[in-house]
Structure formats: C-alpha cells, structure tokens
C-alpha cells in the first residue's frame, strides 16, 4: 500500500501557481492510473485504485499550505498507512524551475506546508519528491511568486516535470526508493 501525496492550496485562483505543483502531479497520476479523486474526506480529496496489483491511495489536503499534516495524519492513521509507504510532492523555490530532487527524509527547509507534515507526522524522515519552481529575480516576496503562474516557456518545463515526477512515483511501485532516488536525481 503506498500514498501520494501531492501540496498545494484549494480553489480555481489557486490553479496552476508555482505553490501547486504537488496538485498537478496527483492530478497527472490520477488520470494515468484511472483512480478518480471522488472521496472528500480528512480534510482533504482523495481516490484509491490499484496499480499492478499494489492499493494506491492519491491525497490533495484541502487545508491550504500551511496546514498540510492536519489532512495527512488522519488519512494514514485512518488507513494504517505507515510513514515508510508515503512520498510527499511539492515546490521548491531552491530548486530552479524543472529540476527534481528526491530524498528519504530532510528539515522542511522553510515549506510550511512541510513545516506542517513534519509536526504532525511527527519526525522528518518522509519520502519526497521536490518540484523546481526557482526563485524570483525581479524582487517580488516569495509568497506573491509561489502564488504567481509559470512564465509560458516555464509551463513547458513543469508540464515535462510532472509527467517526470508521474514516472518516479511509477517507478517507487516496482523499485525501491532509494533505486529511484539515484536514477532521478542525477
């Protein structure tokens, strides 16, 4: 049994900003796995399926960023999902824009939303998958450019990200995490 889980922050306004790119991969592993996001529950939407005979669960937390692990916790406590079967997703602003970075467990380094898993998971050592959204240059804050869309040529690149990260996360199903790490992190 293993959970996806993809960050990020409720409503249209939200759509496709540099902070929901977690969104859009579960979104991209939804529709290639044919498990639907039908169940509203946990403070969050969710689908379960089944891929190559191993039970997938999908999260989207519906709390807004700063909040994730209110979503998170109860799901895995509810579904006795342990911390070793759960992969998080998520931007990253110190990565630059299209650049995966996977690792086993980490500091949140400044996400709140992981900031949020962490307290309430209550240890660092979670799967994740970091989205390279890169930092603005032109002096906007950081939260108008996590919540800002990508440049055209910059939606290309993430549009190619997802359906990467979509790939590891594939991979994760056959292959062990740190197999999986080495490959995508080269």
């Not at 579904?79 to 980490?106: M, T």
Request: charged share 25%; glycine share 10%; proline share 3%.
């Amino acid at each position: 049994m293993k959970l996806f889980i993809g960050l990020g922050n409720p409503g249209k306004q939200y759509d496709q900003t540099r902070h929901n790119v977690g969104f859009e991969v579960i979104d991209h592993l939804s529709n290639e796995w044919n498990i639907k996001l039908d169940q509203s529950k946990f403070k969050g939407i969710y689908g379960v399926g089944y891929v190559n005979g191993e039970k997938v669960f999908l999260l989207k937390p519906l709390t807004y960023m700063n909040l994730s692990g209110e979503s998170i916790r109860p799901l895995m406590d509810y579904f006795n999902i342990s911390i070793e079967d759960i992969v998080v997703i998520y931007d990253d602003l110190d990565l630059p824009v299209g650049k995966l970075r996977l690792r086993e467990k980490g500091s949140a380094g400044g996400h709140n939303g992981i900031k949020s898993s962490i307290a309430h998971l209550g240890t660092q050592e979670f799967k994740r998958i970091r989205v390279g959204v890169g930092r603005p240059t032109n002096g906007m804050s950081i939260s108008d450019y996590v919540l800002s869309r990508f440049t055209k040529e910059e939606q290309e690149t993430i549009n190619l990200i997802v359906r990467k990260s979509g790939e590891a996360c594939m991979d994760w199903l056959k292959d062990p995490f740190l197999q999986v790490m080495n490959h995508y992190n080269q």
